[in-house]
């Protein structure tokens, strides 16, 4: 192995450890927790050791949704897999809340905290595709305007994830309230006239 390429995995590999330190703090202690002094003491590092792979806390806070956003992809393709119509809605929706509410602080980072990411752009990352694509691909039989129906559908995943994460509505009504977003977008694709799958 080369010298660049030695420097270059041990980049990576501080990189990584700063992200999953950073991680682990926001899960235990709240991303309040997590500050660039907090993870030097943490991982045994300087600061400006930190600064020279992340420019701010929210460069590390984006490192951690980007995380966030290739593990709820995959977690969405693993609901939806043998799955079709109203089920898959029904599987890539009930995923969605359970990974919202397990992982807080890395759900957080993914939709709360201010970072850079966007969405919606010519070149958004491709974690952030993946992500959206999962949703689209169990949207897309019943409906014409794929972009619009899955904005819709990820904003209803996210208000209800919210919600019962701060303890507003009812985790009790959860499966009722997933039955009503299934149905809305499945309703609404035969209202429009796209071919409607059960």
């Not at 309040?32 to 400006?48: K, N």
């Not at 984006?62 to 079709?84: D, K, N, Q, W």
């Not at 990352?125 to 904005?151: H, I, K, Y």
Request: hydrophobic share 45%.
């Amino acid at each position: 192995m080369g010298i660049a390429e030695r420097k270059g995995r041990e980049r990576a590999e501080r990189e990584q450890r700063i992200v999953t330190t950073a991680r682990l703090i926001a899960e235990r202690e709240g991303w309040d927790a997590v500050t660039i002094r907090r993870l030097a003491d943490e991982i045994e590092y300087s600061q400006p050791v930190l600064y020279s792979h992340f420019k701010s806390r929210d460069a590390i806070v984006a490192a951690v949704a980007l995380e966030g956003f290739r593990e709820i992809a995959a977690a969405l393709r693993r609901a939806a897999s043998g799955s079709t119509g109203r089920n898959a809605l029904k599987h890539v929706a009930t995923a969605y809340l359970a990974f919202g509410l397990s992982r807080p602080a890395l759900y957080q980072a993914m939709f709360v905290l201010p970072t850079e990411l966007r969405f919606a752009e010519a070149g958004s990352r491709p974690e952030l595709q993946a992500a959206f694509e999962a949703l689209a691909a169990v949207v897309t039989p019943f409906c014409s305007d794929v972009a619009v129906v899955t904005e819709s559908f990820w904003a209803a995943l996210h208000g209800l994830t919210e919600l019962e994460r701060s303890g507003r509505i009812r985790p009790a009504a959860r499966d009722e309230r997933i039955a009503f977003v299934v149905r809305t977008i499945a309703d609404s694709g035969s209202a429009h006239g796209a071919k409607r799958t059960r």
